[in-house]
């Protein structure tokens, strides 16, 4: 199997299974909690945010690369009354115009963007003054036991898992991107310590 092939139909499936747990659930309300208006979602990806959108959404922008993903959606975007519709493929460069929007979203997305910062950039543009962006991500730990192997293995997962980087530090990149951070919240997910090179995560409101 070609690297391509994996990544376009192997890798979607896989982030669909092991992003819709309950646990990862519970994360996804949370940060979709006092999203409003018109809303540009970057990184659809299969649409497991959709249940959580509160009944104040009134639409969604969905950004997604993958058609498989969008494939995967069908079923939940059947489900939801909120209008979805997909607007691009590419988080980098959006063909939507200023200030059109309330409210951004991402959720675990940041890591496969090759440019993260210039998505952020393109959401503050399309996001109107004193609209929010709500993030769920994971990315580079504090610890430097574990930053280290998140270090070690990035290669590898980047490799196997359609682009993934480990190391990414979310807030820096947040703000670096002329948002700024109101609410946040890190820790590691629940699990083995073998595990937290890829379970640091950050949850954060900005503006």
């Known amino acids: 199997m070609s690297l391509r092939v994996w990544d376009e139909r192997v890798v979607p499936r896989l982030t669909d299974l092991s992003l819709r747990g309950h646990e990862v659930g519970e994360m996804r309300e949370v940060a979709c909690a006092g999203l409003t208006g018109r809303v540009l979602e ?13 009944p104040e959404v009134s639409s969604v922008t969905a950004i997604e ?57 393109e959401a503050r543009r399309v996001v109107r003054e ?40 979310i807030p820096g990149l947040v703000e670096a991107a002329g948002w700024r951070i109101q609410d946040s919240e890190q820790s590691y997910l629940p699990g083995p310590g073998m595990a937290r090179p890829w379970t640091y995560g950050y949850r954060l409101v900005a503006v």
């Not at 969008?70 to 209008?83: C, H, M």
């Not at 997962?157 to 990414?168: F, P």
């Open 42 to 54: 970057i990184g659809f990806g299969s649409g497991l945010n959709v249940r959580w959108y509160p």
């Open 130 to 169: 004193g609209g929010r962006l709500h993030a769920l991500e994971h990315g580079l730990a504090p610890d430097e036991s574990v930053s280290r192997w998140q270090r070690r293995w990035e290669p590898v997962q980047r490799a196997v898992a359609g682009g993934c980087h480990l190391t990414r530090d």
């Open 65 to 121: 690369p993958s058609d498989l993903g969008w494939q995967l959606s069908e079923r939940r975007r059947a489900r939801t009354a909120t209008t979805i519709e997909r607007a691009g493929l590419d988080g980098q460069r959006l063909d939507l115009a200023d200030d059109s929007h309330d409210s951004a979203l991402v959720t675990f997305s940041l890591c496969t963007i090759p440019d993260p910062l210039l998505a952020l950039r």
